[in-house]
Nanobody, 116 residues
């Protein structure tokens, strides 16, 4: 069984930065990709960024240039560096991973609040 645990969320002032960490444990299975999603109250969950085994990344347009995803999927760890944060970035951020056989896993989320 797989567990994904996010950390690094908190309160930050607009224009500031946060770095989120996702670490997986409890499984020997390899992941094809890992990524970050976010969801604000009353809104749909949306993709923030993802990275695959080859290191290729994909970003939502609104986050491109401000956020950077990195990590070592082989070590079941992924990071999200968030710069120039805006109040609109306020949301619960969730870690996501797909196993090589296709199963999807989700963390419980970490809250990020950006003040004006």
């Amino acid at each position: 069984q797989v567990q994904l645990v996010e950390s690094g969320g908190g309160l930050v002032q607009a224009g500031g930065s946060l770095r989120l960490t996702c670490a997986a444990s409890g499984s020997t299975a390899s992941f094809n990709d890992m990524g970050w999603y976010r969801q604000a109250p009353g809104k749909q969950r949306e993709l923030v960024a993802e990275i695959d085994r080859g290191g290729y990344t994909n970003y939502a347009d609104s986050m491109k240039g401000r956020f950077t995803i990195s990590g070592d999927i082989g070590k079941n760890t992924v990071y999200l560096q968030m710069n120039s944060m805006e109040p609109e970035d306020t949301a619960v951020y969730y870690c996501n991973a797909h196993a090589v056989f296709g199963a999807a896993y989700w963390g419980k989320g970490t809250l990020v609040t950006v003040s004006s």
